[in-house]
């Protein structure tokens, strides 16, 4: 499995703390220092079955400068999966990748449940 987070982001250091108690073997990826390409997020996305919008971190503060919120409703699957490879920090996390399943933000029931 591969998790996929930021050092500093509070829910990914809860998320870590829960995954080392558990025993999961991942392999660990700072967010910001190695972006996800653009051909990982199309994968990723296709495998969730989740709509796009939920892979943008929508309470980043990178989101709201870029005024995202009004921008996003007009670009295309391609033009929104480009422009979350660009940057780390406007894809939502933790994400938790296995071969066949795509976690995203965490949430404690649906990660339970999805690694039982």
Same mark, same amino acid.
């Given at each position: 499995?591969?998790?996929?987070? +930021?050092?500093?982001?509070?829910?990914?250091?809860?998320? $870590? $703390?829960?995954?080392?108690? $558990?025993?999961?073997? /991942?392999? /660990?990826? *700072?967010?910001?220092?190695?972006?996800?390409?653009?051909?990982?997020?199309?994968?990723? +996305?296709?495998?969730?079955?989740?709509?796009?919008?939920?892979?943008?971190?929508?309470?980043?503060?990178? +989101?709201?400068?870029?005024?995202?919120? *009004?921008?996003?409703?007009?670009?295309?699957?391609?033009?929104?999966?480009?422009?979350?490879?660009?940057?780390?920090?406007?894809? $939502?996390?933790?994400?938790?990748?296995?071969? *066949?399943?795509?976690?995203?933000?965490?949430?404690?029931?649906?990660?339970? *449940?999805?690694?039982?």
């Amino acid at each position: 499995m591969l998790f996929l987070c +930021y050092p500093r982001c509070s829910t990914c250091q809860k998320a $870590k $703390k829960w995954l080392d108690e $558990k025993g999961v073997v /991942y392999t /660990y990826r *700072d967010i910001a220092q190695e972006n996800p390409t653009c051909e990982e997020l199309t994968g990723w +996305y296709r495998q969730s079955g989740l709509p796009l919008k939920k892979f943008f971190n929508t309470s980043g503060m990178l +989101y709201k400068e870029l005024g995202l919120k *009004d921008k996003l409703p007009t670009m295309s699957e391609e033009e929104m999966l480009q422009l979350l490879a660009t940057n780390g920090m406007l894809v $939502k996390r933790p994400l938790l990748v296995s071969e *066949d399943k795509v976690l995203v933000g965490f949430r404690e029931p649906e990660w339970a *449940d999805a690694l039982n």
